[in-house]
């Protein structure tokens, strides 16, 4: 079982900062109308000790989608060139608050290792409370090994998802934006249809998250979920447009108690840029 807290407050880390087995990565990544260069804001500042988890370089390059989960092999590799070990304790964070550091949360457990965690509010917070940083390039720490224990019950595929329309065993959450889910918003990849999954559920990753970039807390999760008529007590998958927004709903849902909780990686880029994919617009 895992016991280590899927938040840690930024008192904790400044607390244990520096200690044997406590990793900090910082996940940072961005869309690219953000305008941000995740890498070259790590190399300006970041947390002491941290290492850059880039998202999109681990990833399964065979594939036309945006950042898929890699190979085992592959994967491991990736965390013993950052210096990443099985024994480790990894802090996740990026530069947003809590935005794409809760996908290599679910990559880190996808691959089987548990003993991770996100850093609730992120660096923006860490900054505000004066905490130290440092500039430069990491120096990753020997790792020993990383062994890859792939959980497939966390991960949905596209046969999955499109199965899943005729047996409604799991409720399918977008997280995207309600424009977007609707079909109002054109879809930033070229390609990629307005709409979203027939059946899923529409909440918006942002409603989770409060304006000072922390999570809301389980009581308030579990509201919004109640209200967004999603049963935690059920079995749910989480999707998004590329599935890194789809990770911030479902650590809330984890927050909020639910157990039985898959992430459908190839998420809206995946499934509206195919033909074969069927798609709904309108409200639910």
């Known amino acids: 079982m895992n016991d280590v807290r899927p938040l840690v407050s930024t008192e904790w880390l400044a607390g244990h900062l520096g200690e044997s087995g406590v990793r900090v990565a910082d996940a940072s990544w961005y869309l690219p109308e953000a305008k941000r260069d995740a ?26 989608l945006p950042h898929m989960l890699p190979s085992p092999a592959e994967f491991a590799a990736a965390m013993r060139y950052i210096g990443i070990g099985d024994a480790d304790l990894v802090v996740f964070y990026d530069g947003a608050g809590i935005y794409s550091a809760p996908r290599a949360l679910w990559m880190m457990r996808a691959m089987g290792h ?20 440092e500039f430069g390039a990491a120096i990753a720490a020997d790792a020993g090994h990383f062994t890859p224990r792939v959980r497939p019950e966390l991960v949905r595929g596209f046969t999955q998802i499109q199965t899943n329309l005729d047996r409604k065993t799991e409720q399918i959450i977008d997280a995207r934006s309600p424009g977007r889910f609707r079909g109002e918003e054109p879809e930033p990849r070229a390609g990629v249809r307005p709409g979203h999954i027939p059946g899923s559920v529409n909440m918006h990753y942002a409603r989770l998250v409060k304006p000072d970039g922390t999570m809301r807390d389980a009581e308030e999760l579990r509201k919004l979920f109640t209200d967004q008529g999603i049963a935690i007590d059920q079995p749910l998958v989480t999707s998004c447009g590329s599935g890194i927004t789809a990770a911030i709903v479902a650590l809330a849902l984890e927050i909020a108690g639910a157990k039985q909780v ?10 509206g840029g195919r033909k074969d994919a069927p798609v709904a617009t309108g409200a639910v």
């Open 114 to 133: 548990d003993r991770a965690t996100v850093l609730d509010g992120g660096l923006p917070k860490w900054l505000r409370e004066g905490n130290p940083t």
């Open 262 to 271: 898959g992430l459908y990686d190839g998420s809206w880029s995946e499934w």
């Open 39 to 64: 890498l070259a804001e790590f190399d300006q500042r970041h947390i002491p000790g941290a290492v850059f988890f880039d998202i999109d370089a681990i990833s399964d390059h065979a594939t036309d």
